[in-house]
């Protein structure tokens, strides 16, 4: 089991960078698959990117792919998502998250992952 805080966002212009962190606390947390979601305002939560235990394996949303990076230190209980090239569409609350059952490769779907952080906001202007 693991307990997560993530923390981080805040207000940037479009083409800015932001970079999310994930606290865990816990035992074995190399066990555990992370991933990131997001929730828009009058939108469903939705896949972010994800990265495997080990750190060997990730897996991003079309929609970051090529902006977004997620990397986690397993020796320092962290995990990290580094967002640049920031566009309005971005802004949402976002989540990380952590799967024990998919720790090998990072699941995109939301019932996989059991453990989850309170939310940090991400506001993009325009």
């Known amino acids: 089991q693991v307990q997560l805080v993530d923390s981080g966002g805040g207000l940037v212009q479009a083409g800015g960078s932001l970079r999310l962190s994930c606290a865990a606390s816990?035992?074995?947390?190399?066990?555990?698959?992370m991933g990131w979601f997001r929730q828009a305002p009058g939108k469903e939560r939705e896949f972010v990117a994800g990265?495997?235990?080990?750190?060997?394996?990730?897996r991003y949303a079309d929609s970051v792919k090529g902006r977004f990076t997620i990397s986690r230190d397993n020796a320092a209980n962290t995990g990290n998502l580094q967002m640049n090239s920031l566009k309005p569409e971005d802004t949402a609350v976002y989540y990380c998250?952590?799967?024990?059952?998919?720790?090998?490769?990072?699941?995109?779907?939301?019932?996989?992952?059991?453990?989850w952080g309170q939310g940090t906001q991400v506001t993009i202007s325009s």
């Open positions: 990265i495997s235990g080990s750190g060997s394996v990730t």
């Open positions: 816990g035992r074995s947390f190399s066990n555990y698959a």
């Open positions: 998250a952590a799967s024990w059952s998919t720790r090998l490769y990072p699941s995109l779907r939301q019932s996989e992952y059991g453990y």
